[in-house]
């Protein structure tokens, strides 16, 4: 921020002389423009006309400052992705990415200047994580007893620590199978593990004879050794009796004789099944929604044998260790922009994987997805509050039957009442999202405006018809009578104005409460959709509701949440689609609405983002704007794939991010009737 080679860098960057030059990639990476800008602007420097030429002028006094987040996008532009842009500054580049690099903020070729991709690993694949499965293990085995079936699934097998399984006061470098293996051994009484992968496999010694009693009768050779200083027993097997192997000792996991597996996510991933399994433990790191869902579904499946059972998955996260000023500062950062998560990446992994599992809230009997059901999940995040979150997680464990039951509530709310319930897609966005607020500004100035032209326009037409009156009567004839109508016409043209322009305020103030307003828009989208047939259904309308709520507690921000009611799944899921589409910071859209409304003082313009269900045609886009208009006025559509167009888009774009404060749109699934 403060080297005056890389603030004059950046100040020449020829995008911001020749825009149109660079108008391309400005416009796949809208956020690397907005970091450019803001920095110019938190070091005081005026962009240059060319650029302001296109974009228009921009206001950053409500825009978020230049933060870590801005540097790391510009960062990776300067340094990677746009390096060609800095050929003049090519050493500054050299010692910029040396200094990162020796910091491990530079991993491969992405800059990380939230955390070095050495505290990510170590928190990723920290030990402290073997704690957390002990405790787990520990409160299941006495809820559970004989009937515990628990399956632990990690990355890493790591043999080397084999030596250390004899010692029970024994500190493992490293998170992996025989680590955990050991640790549940030591540590975990009534438990009997054992560790299945693809080169490793052992068993508690109570289940030895019962493993070599099957293995004859299907013909599979093995061998059993007594692993020191433990009461389980290695086995050794060919590479072409694997595959038995895994059904037997699965088969001892049904049976009881084993009560717990440690085993690799490889081997025990898709195509391995236990329906028996009721305690899930997930000490990988994996965060891709397809993985994960076929770990988490080994212990979602029933059982014949067990016609009402419950599982428990557990999800295993590390944090920053941090001092409480830069806790507060962070968490400030968080309840404002919601760009980052205050805790770490590795909760980040554990929120993306929640975006796409769906269960019961913690707070109410609603059937939703995403992590904030988990409503126990609360700062303060020091060693005191994961410990009260912890203990509240295994005394919410220890009830299983309250899963079931909320379950079965939750469901039933729906059936109940209605033949069928689907899983539908909603939206939600903050209270002062920037596309509201500025459709918001326009409907304040768009109805303003047309009650002062309605009150001039009924102002000329009863002054004309009183001087008309005035006229045909002859004023010697009836002096009187013109002077009572040349009194009272005043009167009537303020009464008739007063009226006019009171009820078309009071549509703007009603229009000026957002709910309201995403409603207006919500129906908008639903009548531009209808009259394209991309949605049919004649009984489908629009919901909202206010959340005042997050995490079960009282927000400082209310947020609201639209979806499409009586509409089929497609319908619903492509509604909130597109509304999301609209209510989100331009990106790449083939049109784009422009709303431009004149003012003695200002042009006031909004930009929203045609979404891609309405934007294979210009006369479907022209639909959504022709409906938009009933709500804030006249509006134009834009096609964004010629040199004009681009320049449309490029100003939406900065507008946009210049206002990104206010931006805050998540996809949520929610069971819907």
Not at 58 to 75: G, N, R, Y
Not at 156 to 177: D, M, N, Q, T
Not at 285 to 313: E, L, W, Y
């Amino acid at each position: 921020m403060t080297d005056e080679r890389f603030i004059t860098a950046v100040s020449h960057h020829p995008g911001l002389h020749n825009p149109h030059e660079s108008a391309d990639a400005f416009i796949e990476n809208p956020q690397y423009l907005f970091a450019l800008l803001s920095f110019l602007n938190a070091h005081g420097i005026t962009p240059s006309q060319e650029i302001q030429e296109v974009i228009g002028p921009l206001d950053f006094t409500d825009a978020p400052a230049f933060s870590l987040s801005s540097m790391e996008v510009l960062l990776q532009g300067f340094l990677f992705s746009d390096a060609e842009s800095y050929a003049f500054a090519n050493d500054l580049q050299t010692t910029i990415r040396r200094g990162l690099s020796k910091t491990n903020h530079i991993d491969d070729t992405t800059v990380t200047l939230f955390t070095g991709t050495e505290l990510s690993h170590q928190l990723i694949t920290s030990t402290g994580k073997l704690n957390g499965i002990v405790s787990i293990a520990s409160a299941e085995s006495a809820n559970m007893s004989e009937n515990l079936r628990m399956v632990v699934l990690t990355d890493h097998i790591r043999k080397e620590a084999l030596p250390l399984l004899a010692e029970r006061s024994a500190s493992f470098a490293h998170i992996g199978v025989v680590p955990i293996f050991a640790m549940l051994k030591n540590e975990v009484s009534g438990i009997r593990p054992a560790m299945l992968t693809g080169s490793l496999v052992a068993i508690p010694n109570v289940a030895q004879e019962r493993l070599e009693n099957l293995a004859h009768e299907r013909n599979v050779t093995l061998s059993c050794t007594p692993l020191e200083g433990t009461a389980a027993v290695s086995v050794a097997f060919t590479l072409a009796s694997h595959h038995s192997l895994v059904d037997i000792v699965t088969q001892l996991f049904e049976e009881g004789l084993i009560t717990a597996i440690v085993g690799t996510k490889s081997l025990l991933g898709e195509g391995w099944d236990a329906p028996c399994i009721n305690t899930l433990v997930l000490a990988s790191f994996v965060g891709s929604t397809v993985a994960s869902n076929q770990m988490r579904g080994r212990a979602i499946r029933s059982t014949p044998a067990d016609p009402h059972k419950t599982a428990n998955i557990w999800h295993l996260v590390c944090i920053e260790p941090q001092s409480e000023a830069t806790f507060a500062e962070q968490t400030a950062t968080f309840l404002t922009s919601r760009q980052r998560s205050p805790l770490s990446e590795d909760y980040e992994t554990l929120r993306r994987r929640f975006t796409h599992f769906v269960g019961v809230s913690y707070s109410g009997n609603v059937v939703e997805s995403g992590i904030e059901r988990l409503s126990i999940i609360q700062p303060p995040y020091d060693r005191a509050g994961i410990d009260t979150i912890d203990t509240q997680m295994l005394a919410l464990a220890a009830r299983r039957e309250n899963l079931a039951h909320e379950w079965d509530h939750a469901l039933r709310r729906f059936t109940e009442k209605h033949r069928s319930a689907v899983l539908a897609e909603t939206v939600a966005t903050t209270k002062d999202n920037a596309s509201l607020a500025g459709l918001n500004s326009n409907v304040v100035h768009v109805t303003t405006s047309a009650a002062f032209g309605l009150f001039l326009a009924l102002f000329a037409c009863i002054a004309i018809g009183t001087t008309a009156f005035h006229f045909l009567l002859g004023v010697p004839s009836s002096p009187q009578l013109f002077g009572f109508f040349s009194t009272l016409w005043p009167a009537i043209v303020v009464g008739i104005a007063a009226l006019v322009g009171g009820v078309a305020l009071l549509n703007s103030y009603l229009l000026r409460n957002p709910q309201r307003l995403l409603v207006k828009t919500g129906q908008a989208l639903l009548a531009a959709l209808r009259e394209t047939g991309i949605v049919s259904q004649t009984a489908a309308g629009i919901e909202t509701r206010e959340i005042h709520e997050e995490n079960g507690r009282q927000s400082a921000q209310s947020s609201f949440e639209i979806s499409l009611a009586n509409g089929s799944l497609r319908e619903q899921n492509l509604f909130a689609d597109a509304m999301a589409e609209i209510l989100s910071p331009v990106k790449d859209p083939r049109y784009l609405i422009e709303q431009r409304h004149k003012t003695i003082v200002a042009t006031h313009t909004t930009y929203l983002p045609v979404p891609q269900a309405l934007a294979k045609r210009e006369r479907d886009a022209g639909a959504l704007a022709a409906e938009l208009a009933k709500v804030i006025g006249p509006c134009t559509t834009l096609y964004t794939r010629t040199p004009t167009g681009k320049k449309h888009l490029m100003r939406a774009q900065a507008k946009a991010f210049a206002t990104c404060n206010g931006f805050f749109v998540e996809r949520q699934r929610k069971l819907t009737d």
